[in-house]
């Protein structure tokens, strides 16, 4: 893939990004090329992108508070289950606060290596605390610790986090060059998942005449075994 350096025109006033990309992908998306659940459909794309795009992972979630101010920021997608979408990260956050205020969340993925983009709605849950424990003891070491050591959004003194991280390293017992130890989970960190209830597939095109395909899910219909309604949207 070529690569187009982002030209940006700027002055004083204004800085301008002048490039226009383009975008090619080969898929033709439509509500009868896809398939039945977008659970499945997500699973094939993100399998087939393995060794093409660079951290395809890396998705934004957005939250809201209940008054409608919306934040968003990138995090990584771990896991997905018949259920939904799930990411770790600090139960005290402020996207966490966010979310059991207001226990909704969007996800964009997007894969600029393929032309394609992904984007999740829907209520969230948190996971239990046994897939959390089954994650957190196959994370690194050091990430590990570094759970423990960050109050994550909260504001923080230049060597406080150094500190902290010494702290937790004494406290449990880890040596550097460590590669495993007896950190457990800290109690406010965890696994959200995302239950889907709306699921768009988005595949780039010339003059901007771009695929989507947004699955709606059909009202009543079970969490585990969600039934869905397919349609075509425009660019
Ligand atoms: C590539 C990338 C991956 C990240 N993965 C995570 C993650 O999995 N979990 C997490 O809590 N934060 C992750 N972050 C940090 C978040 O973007 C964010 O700074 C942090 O979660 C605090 O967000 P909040 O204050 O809105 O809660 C990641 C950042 C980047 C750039």
């Known amino acids: ?23 090619d992908s080969p898929d033709f998306l439509s509500p009868t090329t896809v398939l039945p659940s977008p659970i499945d459909q997500f699973r094939a794309w993100f399998t087939a992108i393995q060794g093409v795009v660079y951290e ?14 919306p934040s968003s920021r990138i995090v990584l997608f771990k896991q997905l289950d018949k259920r939904g979408f799930i990411f770790f990260t600090n139960y005290t956050s402020r ?10 969340a969007s996800l964009t993925f997007y ?17 239990s605390r046994e897939e959390s424990e089954e994650y957190f003891k196959g994370r690194p070491i050091g990430s590990r610790v570094g759970a423990w050591a960050s109050k ?3 504001v923080v003194g ?3 986090l150094a500190e902290r991280m010494e702290k937790m390293k004494e406290k449990f017992g880890v040596k550097d060059g460590d590669k495993d130890g007896d950190v457990p989970l800290p109690e406010f960190w965890g696994g959200w998942r995302v239950v889907p209830e709306e ?24 969490d585990d075994a969600p039934e869905w309604k397919i349609e075509r949207l425009s660019p």
Not at 56 to 69: D, F, K, L, Q, R
Not at 95 to 104: I, M, V, Y
Request: glycine share 6%; aromatic share 6%; proline share 6%.
């Open 199 to 222: 699921v768009e597939f988005w595949a780039g095109k010339p003059s901007r005449l771009h695929d989507r395909v947004r699955y709606l899910r059909v009202e009543g219909s079970p």
């Open 95 to 104: 996207k966490s606060k966010e979310l059991e205020a207001n226990p909704r």
């Open 1 to 23: 893939m070529d690569f187009v350096p982002a030209i940006a025109q700027t002055n004083a006033e204004k800085l301008a990004v002048i490039t226009h990309q383009q975008y």
């Open 152 to 154: 994550q959004s909260t």
């Open 56 to 69: 395809p992972e890396a998705m934004t979630v957005s939250t809201a508070t209940p008054n409608g101010i």
């Open 158 to 160: 230049e060597n406080e």
């Open 111 to 127: 894969w600029r290596e393929v032309h394609r983009s992904v984007r999740v709605g829907g209520k969230v849950e948190k996971v």
